[in-house]
């Protein structure tokens, strides 16, 4: 058993020099019966948007505190204690802002040990201890009121969540010891390891009350003083706290290691086995049946300090860094005070493709939106779409019947171009051919102001070459969403030589208005997320066409973690769209993308995975395989990996060195919210400087230093 | 047709009172988070009164700017989660202005308009200090309408010594002390502790609970009151030890009619007799009680012989010693102010007319030989308001005993 009072936590304490100490204030309550409760206000001095953060110095102040009010508690002074935290925010977590910087895993140790050293004294305080969850509560953050005898929640709680397996990490200050055995194994898991991986959900106070991590909820009004008195008659025995959650004898015998192995399983065919925090965490719950706290401390201290000296989780922080903050001021952005009014949106085409922007332009933006198509009937058909997309919002209750009405006001389906006239924004969504394109453009330049944005959402023209016919081609801006629309959070914005800053800044409000993040990148085929999308297929085709399994490409291609694998990702995009893909790249840079002849007979054929009645994949389809047969140099798996890493990060490097993107990071940006490559990539250029990929193909890394691991 | 309707007194409850200013308990907390949990915690008292049925909240405040602004009594209405069919609004007689909103529902409630509302009042004379805010039109002083005395309350009280020149400081300053001694000891005994909501307020050290007024002072003694400072004349009488304070709070109160309270099973803690309002010279704006009280009586058909109980607002002791000595009542009367007063507990204007009212209803409670009570207070630009309340424990065997 670990002896925390004999670590000496101040070289710790002393890196994190700069840290905003959340402070631990302590006020007396008087209780009914003459009794006393010592409230702990966590509080860092800051408004809400810079909450409460838990670095190694607030945590020695936090276990100073708990000490002192130990003592109290001894000489009689105080009957009860209470933590909770400033307006709207208990605590989000530890301090992650120096955690890439830690030099070795002893450092990632202490942080762990820290934690339980402070956080644990909360439970040996000497009498009942209380956490008043007042607001967002994150990681550490509920951490501290897991070592609390009784928790209350406010009702108003934005978000509570234990977010770190979604960062590489674990539930490491008693989280993922305390949680299974308060809330049962099954809730437990849930919190700890199912919602971070659904694009890390958090939950909301009555879910708190419902899974059990609170005894009661209380409204916002009075949520203080209701929680103190709700104390109060705790401990007058006025009040009775039954935890129907918690795990009795029956569950830790027959449903515990039943609920882990389902889990694991679950885990297993969707994330693969690569990524190492949700695995690291399984085995930590799975362990949490049996055995004391401080054991089960003991092994998060060691778990937590393997993983934050790992690649996965610096490349995970790295990640976040750029979801969270590089996202929302993105590189190359001009001015937004630039940016033109959007007033009524255009959109030139109504079918599926242009049915879903107007539907998203008009939900998000609230402006008229004109749709407009070659007949009628089509007109009609993407009108019908919209209002049939807003009738079932009605019907779910996400909007009200008001609130329907005016969307459905709002939208307008004409074959009367002339009614696009007051548009302020026109986005095409037409048949992928130029001259097509150029000739919609051209059509509603004359109807249009000269000042009106045109956007398109071209994934393989030229964005120039689309305005070259155009008097005005400096409001022609690209604009390229990744289906589904409504769900994937990306757009490249495309810049042209000639668009400009306007253009641009109006194109980049309306996709923030539209609440997607915008990369801008320069106007080259592909962009950036179908350019490295096309590397990966290609070699996958590559690799196929000599010869090789579509297994072992499949296999070949795991290590990297990716959300599907290629044959996998062939099916959801489609083989005629890969085909087509493969083959713009090709001819954009013939030496350097494979064009592959079996793809366009596999699409000619239709069908590359066989799967059953409910859509769930048996392996791949035995006139498929008939197709791509007849190669007769297949690669190893090692060997495919190894072209294919070689190849990304050749392609990585020529973009950045025709700036078709500001910087790595903006790759990396795109391929995690348009490809969904996983935070324990980093995206995509830490994978390839931690593997060697950038030093073969460039003798050199993307990023000074690695984002990687520490020395052990 | 509406019917007539008794009127009845259910409940009430304010918030402990706080020192106006940045030192003051209240700074951090706003004036409508104040009422807001004064109505939560009178609803929460109150279970039975059905929610969605109440007919108005009116909500008092001497400045209706900032946190005291945006119609009050709506707004409050709709913080403290009433449902959003119950309306409310803003209304304002200075310090009458809980007083005002309570007299206004009744007569709602009365002429059969209305069966279930919530009055009050919010003044939080940190964030407003007395007389922010205001324009006054010259036409006041250039027409010599008012003196300029009239806008400054202390100047007011001073006039009232000029007027009863036996209304001596000796005189009020002994009022003043007996104000603190009774509620030190009603604080003792935890009378005035029984209808105050607790609330939670943030401070530099962390969060806090108001439990108790903050400006209590047991320990005042003549000597210390009489070496005190005459901030509004030299060598005057009014001093910051025979006044109240500047302070922070909020009460509110739930009104029925008798029927309603009778449907929903509502406790009558007191029953209203009549209530008057009535005008004085601005300047002297502290003898209002007298000509509202007689108004009050007049209309209730009683006279001052039948009151068991008085609460009179302590703006300052001054001006309760001059309604004490028109009715010929001694100042140390045991029915005036019997647990203290604002010169102890404090006076956030708009908000002090509930309190008397809470206090007196727990009087009664205890008082079954007292029948009749009056709440009363003078009010700014020279008003004063007047409600006499009957007790509904009222037997004639125990005012016999007593």
Redesign the interface.
Known sequence: MTDYTKIDFTELAGMFDDEVVTHSYVRDIPLSAGRTLALVTLDNGRDHTRPNTLGPNTLLEYAATLDRLAERAAAGEIHAVAVTGKPFILAAGADLSKVSQLPNRESGLRIAQLGHFALGKLATVGVPSFAFINGLALGGGVEIGLHADYRTVDASLPALALPEVFLGMIPGWGGATLLPNLIGIENALKIVVENPLKQNRTIKAPDVLELGIADVMFPSVNYLEDSIRWADDVLSGRVKVKRPNEPGKVERLVKWDAAIGIAKKMLQSRIGTVPKSPYAALELLKAAKSGTREEGFAREDEMLADLVSGDQFHASIYAFNLVQKRAKRPAGAPDKALAKPVTKVGVLGAGYMASQFALLFLRRLQVPVIITDLDQERVDKGVAYITGEIDTLLGKGRISPDEANRLKALVHGTTDKSEFADCDWVIEAVFEELSIKQDVFAEIEKVVSPEAVLATNTSSLSVEEIGAKLEHPERVVGFHFFTPVAVMPLIEVVKTSKTDDATLSTAMVTAAKLKKNAVITADTPGFVVNRLLAVLLGEAMRAVDEGTSFETVDQAMAPLGLPMAPSALLDLVGLKVGAHVLDTHHAAFPDRFYRSENLHALADYGTLLEKDDKGKVKGFDKGALKIVAGGTNPSTAEEILTRLEDGLARETRLMLDDEVVAAAEDIDLCMILGAGFPFQMGGLTPYLDRVGASERVFGDTFHHPPVKGVES | MAERADVVFVDGVRTPFGKAGEKGMYWNTRADDLV??AI??LLERNPNAPKDQIDDVAIAATTQTGDQGLTIGRSAAI???LPKSVPGFAIDRMCAGAMTSVAMLAGSIGYGQYRLAIGGGVEHMGHHPMGSGVDPNPRFVAEKMVSEDALVMGATAERIHDRFPHLTKERADRYALGSQQRTASAYEAGKIQQDL????I????????A?RDEVMRPETTLEGLAGLKTPFRPHGRVTAGNASGLNDGATAALLASGDAAKEYGLNVKMKLVSYAFAGVDPAIMGIGPVPATEKALRIAGLKMDDIGILEVNEAFAVQVLSLLDHYGIDDDDPRVNPWGGAIAVGHPLASSGVRLMNQLASQFAERPDVRYGITTMCVGLGQGGTMIWENPNYSRKAAKKA
């Open positions: 807001v949990k939560v915690g913080l403290a989660g909501v607790p609330v939670a943030r401070t530099t050290e962390g969060w806090g609970l439990t």
